[in-house]
């Protein structure tokens, strides 16, 4: 299972350095995990950088995988995970809902880096200068 975070899906829609990075679990959507949380953080920025049909496009695109909610347990799984890594809530939320799938975060986001199951591509990067 797979989950990828918001500046993975942003990523992939500007087709940026590490867009096909991204295609190899946005491409495996059977085993693909969406949070609530990257649906309101990617609708929010593709808003208000190219407005609403292409926020709507980016939405669409993001409802082919399984969205989960924010339930009770992921909730306070979440707020455990933000006081033990010192996570702000977005992230804390991603890694609960990717915990209890047993899922690997695909991201950028430099929080990740160090926490286990995590694939992390630092921005503006391109793979092959890694």
Same mark, same amino acid.
């Given at each position: 299972?797979?989950? !990828?975070?918001?500046?993975?899906?942003?990523?992939?829609? @500007?087709?940026?350095?590490?867009? *096909?990075?991204?295609? @190899?679990?946005?491409?495996?959507? +059977?085993?693909?995990?969406?949070?609530?949380?990257? =649906?309101? *953080?990617?609708?929010?920025?593709?808003?208000?950088?190219?407005?609403?049909?292409?926020?709507? %496009?980016?939405?669409? =695109?993001?409802?082919?995988?399984? @969205? @989960?909610?924010?339930?009770?347990?992921?909730?306070?799984?979440?707020?455990?995970?933000? =006081?033990?890594?010192?996570?702000?809530?977005?992230?804390?939320? !991603?890694?609960?809902?990717?915990?209890?799938?047993?899922?690997?975060?695909?991201?950028?986001? %430099?929080?990740?880096? +160090? =926490?286990?199951?995590?694939?992390?591509?630092?921005?503006?990067?391109?793979? +092959?200068?890694?």
């Amino acid at each position: 299972m797979n989950v !990828v975070d918001s500046s993975g899906w942003l990523e992939y829609l @500007v087709d940026g350095p590490h867009a *096909e990075e991204f295609l @190899v679990p946005l491409s495996d959507i +059977e085993n693909l995990i969406v949070p609530t949380i990257c =649906l309101y *953080e990617v609708f929010k920025v593709v808003l208000r950088e190219r407005g609403e049909e292409k926020a709507v %496009q980016a939405i669409a =695109l993001m409802l082919q995988g399984t @969205v @989960v909610d924010l339930t009770d347990t992921i909730a306070i799984q979440a707020a455990k995970i933000s =006081l033990e890594k010192k996570l702000p809530m977005a992230y804390s939320i !991603v890694m609960a809902t990717a915990s209890a799938f047993d899922a690997v975060i695909w991201t950028q986001d %430099q929080d990740f880096a +160090e =926490l286990p199951q995590t694939r992390y591509f630092p921005k503006g990067v391109a793979s +092959e200068q890694r």
